[in-house]
């Protein structure tokens, strides 16, 4: 990952014209074959909101890579705003096809983006949901016919806005957001009909104390409590977890009625503890005789924000990539982010090459079912 914030933007060039052009929605073959034969100026409509979105971006110094799809699915639009992207492949056919969204996404999370921005409606949202899932954050620019899913920005400046904050260091949570899409041939029969799709994850604006408010402050012992039940309920059967120091971690453990260690690293499978106090070379023998996969839970130095290399050195490298950089585990109040002021978590492992792979956006579990999205550096990059 990268220092900074990998943005993968597909756009579906159709979107919204079957609107003007009253077909109540923009799937389907006659609308491609109507596009080919419209004026440029008339096929500009998603790309303007594109446009419209990323005017935010493009005021920004740095902070931002972008990833796109040839012509209109984004790089005429990207160019135009004389933003530097790289180009990963191009569609099959004018105006693009749902064939073409799910490839460019599938090509998009190929290249490690960080968030996947693209302009639609609910139909684009589905086929991209059908790649990604739930594991990459994904952000819709409203540009659409019909648009029921919680998936969109209000507005494509509200999606601008959003980007900005990220790349500013502000809080920004993540959620599961409903996909949702509608039958067209019974909407173009007055026939509204719509079904649960899926959920992807979606960044919204940041807002302190979702969850748990103590007169008007976020109460660190209650947040610690909801990380922990959260933890707890989610945790995979024949999964080892190696829980950090801390006292946000040392919730998981008293949730879990185990002891804890409150200043080492603790490894635990099943509900059982298999070693206290860890050093690096009990855990990687602990990680050889695990049977199935394992995860490291750490939690953030306050003030300092460091995430590796300071009072947890027994994560060492090797620790690390045995248990593998998708299997880290951030937990952390967001009152203890929201005082870094915008400064990113650091890592500092003594092998500037894992620092690398360890910089740029991961998602920090803040709470009861409540993450957000932040950026992780080493000290020469914040």
């Avoid at 639009?77 to 490839?103: F, H, K, N, W, Y």
């Amino acid at each position: 990952m990268s220092a900074i914030l990998h943005i993968g933007l597909i756009v579906n060039p159709l979107a919204g014209l079957g609107g003007s052009l009253g077909l109540k929605g923009s799937d389907g073959a006659e609308l491609r074959e109507r596009f080919a034969r419209l004026e440029p100026a008339q096929r500009h409509r998603a790309l303007d909101r594109v446009q419209r979105a990323l005017g935010a971006i493009a005021r920004l110094e740095q902070g931002v890579r972008i990833t796109t799809w040839g012509g209109t699915m984004g790089a005429e639009v990207v160019q135009a705003l004389d933003l530097p992207c790289e180009i990963a492949g191009s569609a099959d056919a004018a105006g693009s096809s749902a064939a073409d969204t799910r490839r460019a996404a599938r090509a998009l999370v190929e290249r490690g983006v960080d968030l996947i921005l693209f302009a639609g409606g609910d139909g684009t949202a589905r086929d991209i949901y059908d790649v990604v899932g739930a594991t990459v954050p994904v952000l819709g620019i409203p540009a659409g016919v019909k648009m029921h899913s919680g998936v969109f920005a209000v507005s494509p400046e509200a999606a601008g806005e959003l980007l900005v904050q990220l790349v500013r260091g502000g809080l920004v949570g993540l959620t599961l957001r409903e996909v949702r899409d509608i039958d067209e041939e019974a909407f173009r029969h007055d026939v509204v009909r719509s079904r649960f799709y899926g959920e992807m994850l979606v960044p919204g604006e940041g807002r302190y104390l979702q969850h748990t408010k103590v007169g008007g402050r976020e109460s660190p012992d209650l947040v610690a409590d909801d990380i922990a039940d959260w933890l707890a309920e989610h945790m995979e059967p024949g999964r080892t977890y190696l829980i950090g120091p801390g006292s946000t971690t040392a919730a998981i453990m008293a949730r879990l009625g185990l002891p804890n260690t409150l200043l080492g690293v603790d490894v635990i499978r099943d509900g059982q503890v298999l070693a206290t106090d860890a050093d690096e070379a009990s855990l990687l023998a602990q990680l050889e005789q695990a049977p199935g996969d394992s995860s490291i839970v750490v939690t953030v130095i306050g003030g300092q924000g460091n995430l590796f290399g300071r009072g947890n050195q027994q994560f060492s490298p090797a620790v690390i990539r045995r248990v593998g950089l998708d299997n880290i585990m951030i937990v952390a109040a967001k009152s203890k982010i929201a005082a870094l002021e915008g400064r990113p978590l650091l890592v500092d492992t003594n092998d500037p090459a894992l620092d690398a792979e360890l910089c740029g956006w991961r998602t920090v579990i803040t709470g009861y079912d409540d993450r957000i999205l932040y950026r992780v550096a080493t000290g020469v990059q914040g």
